[in-house]
């Protein structure tokens, strides 16, 4: 079957998509703004002829001859671009850099206003004033009145493309792409065409052409997204973008050097923009509160809250504007923090990058958690104290804690079952085998993340050694005359995690770090206070400290694991019953960020997320300070198996 599409421009993106909607149906398009043309030779050969109500109409009823004709319709709506006209000079239209002209802009000119002046016209008032909203409900109107004109009813399909986060014309005559889809589809549907049910859209050939902004002012009426931005026609395969300053700029250097008798300038000299215009005195300042007037007129949409969120389903929100970081399949990346850091060990390790962990065995006795075997490192304290123990300029007085059944444990990973532990000889040696583990981490890694955890932590009175947790909770004993709690404040934060980073580059210059903070609330908290109270503190703490940290210091990046987490827009679900243990969809959350913006994974994000899923378990110490009041201790999957596995161990010994 031939087919041919006559009409105005809209005809070829028509054409494009409708041959994409029938197979084996061949479309071509003839564009035309001329009644004159010889139609019976552009019809010789087509079987179909698809011609807009304003070309049909007009012709006599022989033009066409056996073709079979169906009408189509325009899709001109000017609600969203009451401010377009077109301009003419010397009886010939005249082109402005963005093809059409703003009436405010000429009208401005000829009545001899700034630039300034004119920036400042642009604002709700003065559309209000010229009767801008006025435009909406007419263009509505004459837009379903054509639809009908074919008979079609577009009342379902005006109302989708006003659900849609951008408004659905490109200028007053040009709509968007999802516009020429549905008029084809309703063409085609109501004059008996099968459609195949999966087509790919052409390339929408409107989009070569001058864009003109729907102002934000007007966008936001109808809970849109607006703009200030006037795009030129595409000439040589570049479109250029002018603000709204530099647009006004470019059409009064226009207008300047053209005589001003030759324009036909009667919309602006007449009615209500000759009253508008008149009540503005001339050379005053400028005028209303235009889009020059203020800093947050002009903010890319993830600036602005309701951009960001509205319509959005929640694991679609994407806050990672720039991460800073783009993570290699060769470069060794290594782990160290909190429990939510294993997720995102996890996350490399399966994803086909390079998980830097040297210190390996069974997982089950705390190998591969992080990239040594030092466990929880809940405090930039414990990661500052770590590198002065690895390298020799920091021996703790505690070295080892009775556990009370014969063995001994490491003070500083006290979680971490030992494999011989049946002295304190045992705990040093092993300790010193892990801190070898520990340098060759620190100098050989590509990229360090280390996620902070907490601020509430206990030290010694002694010797100011900062342990993960309380003497007493997974061995020693607390002596009040010995250890001390301690909170953690932004300047102490800050001042440790500066030092550890200083301390790392001595020996790894080139390294990059990644910082993150968990998003799992205090298990519990030594504070006499309600333990959100004591989260929210240390929570803010820490994100104060890693904002300071990343402004202040060369390749430390940022990464928000805690707000996509703990973000309002999730309402809370993206934690379990507990209210403080982490989903699994918030972890494929922030992984997938994680993978998409840092890395060079190149895998389908199904299969990303599918191995993440697999094992979700993680091993974290704070579990045990649930049992502190004599309850059943409730630990998660892998931390409950380190748990059996000790007692074995204890029974075989």
């Known amino acids: 079957m031939n087919c041919i599409v006559i009409g105005n421009c809209q005809s070829v993106t028509f054409a494009n998509t409708a041959g994409r909607m029938v197979p084996g149906a061949t479309f071509r398009h003839h564009e035309t703004s001329s009644l004159n043309e010889d139609f019976g030779k552009i019809l010789a050969k087509a079987d179909v002829a698809f011609v807009q109500p304003n070309i049909y109409d007009r012709l006599p009823a022989n033009a066409f001859g056996k073709t079979r004709i169906i009408r189509f319709p325009r899709c001109s709506f000017s609600g969203f671009h009451p401010d377009i006209m077109y301009l003419h000079y010397d009886g010939r239209r005249c082109i402005s850099h963005a093809s059409h002209h703003s009436a405010l802009i000429f009208g401005a000119w000829w009545h001899g206003l700034d630039q300034e002046q004119t920036a400042g016209l642009f604002n709700g008032e003065t559309f209000e004033r010229l009767r801008f909203p006025r435009h909406f409900e007419a263009s509505k109107k004459g837009l379903l009145d054509e639809w009908a004109l074919c008979g079609l009813n577009g009342e379902k399909e005006f109302e989708r493309w006003m659900g849609l986060p951008e ?13 020429m889809i ?18 790919s859209p052409p390339y929408h050939h409107l989009l070569d052409f001058a864009t003109m902004p729907v102002y934000p002012d007007i966008a936001s009426r109808y809970g849109q997204t607006g703009s200030i931005h006037f795009i030129s026609n595409k000439v040589e395969g570049v479109r250029q973008s002018y ?14 050097k053209k005589a001003r008798e030759k324009f036909s300038a009667e919309k602006v000299t007449q009615g209500i923009y000759n009253e508008f215009f008149s009540k503005i005195p001339k050379n005053a300042a400028a005028v209303g509160t235009g889009y020059n007037r203020h800093p947050y007129r002009n903010l890319p949409s993830h600036q602005k809250w309701r951009k960001s969120f509205t319509d959005f389903e929640i694991s679609d929100v994407d806050p990672v504007v720039d991460c800073g970081f783009k993570i290699q399949a060769t470069d060794k990346v290594a782990t160290a923090g909190s429990c939510f850091a294993q997720h995102l060990a996890k996350a490399l390790e399966r994803s086909g990058l390079c ?3 040297p210190e390996a065995g069974d997982r089950e006795l705390g190998y591969g958690l992080y990239s040594a075997r030092y466990g929880n490192i809940y405090t930039p304290a414990q990661l500052n104290q770590l590198l002065d123990r690895a390298y020799g300029r ?7 804690w009775h556990k009370g059944d014969g063995t001994f444990v490491d003070p500083f990973r006290p979680e971490i079952p030992q494999v011989t532990a049946a002295t304190m000889a045992d705990v040093a040696e092993d300790r010193a085998a892990h801190f070898g583990y520990v340098r060759e981490v620190f100098e050989k890694m590509d990229y360090f993340v280390f996620t902070l955890g907490l601020t509430e932590a206990w030290r010694s009175r002694i010797d100011g050694a900062v342990f993960p947790l309380a003497p007493g909770v997974a061995a020693g004993a607390m002596d009040p005359d010995k250890y001390e709690f301690v909170n953690f404040g932004v300047t102490e934060t800050t001042a440790d995690l500066s030092a550890a980073i200083r301390k790392i580059r001595e020996v790894n210059p080139g390294v990059k770090i990644i910082l993150t903070v968990s998003p799992v609330p205090l298990m519990a908290t030594y504070v006499p206070r309600h333990v959100l109270l004591s989260t929210t503190y240390s929570k803010s703490v820490l994100r104060v400290a890693a904002e300071e940290i990343r402004m202040n210091f ?3 990046h940022y990464f928000p694991s805690y707000e996509i987490i703990t973000g309002s827009y999730n309402r809370g679900a993206y934690y379990k019953k507990d209210y403080r243990t982490v989903t699994q969809e918030g972890v494929n959350h922030v992984m997938k960020l994680f993978l998409k913006h840092g890395t060079s994974v190149h895998d389908s994000e199904d299969e990303q997320m599918r191995r993440i899923r697999e094992d979700y378990d993680i091993f974290c110490a ?14 998660p999957g892998l931390f409950r198996r380190v748990l059996e596995m000790a007692t074995v161990r204890k029974k075989k010994n």
Do not use: R, S, W
């Open 167 to 179: 408004p659905f014309m490109l200028t007053m005559n040009h709509p968007t792409l999802e516009v």
């Open 182 to 199: 549905d008029a084809a589809k309703a063409t085609l549907l109501h004059n008996g065409f099968k459609i195949a049910e999966n087509f």
């Open 243 to 256: 603000d709204i300053q530099t647009f006004i700029a470019k059409c009064f250097d226009l207008y300047g």
């Open 355 to 357: 998980y830097y962990a």
């Open 394 to 400: 920091f021996e703790p007085v505690d070295t080892a």
């Open 554 to 556: 060369p390749d430390v």
């Open 622 to 635: 704070e579990e045990m300070l649930d049992a502190g009041d004599n309850t059943p201790l409730k630990a």
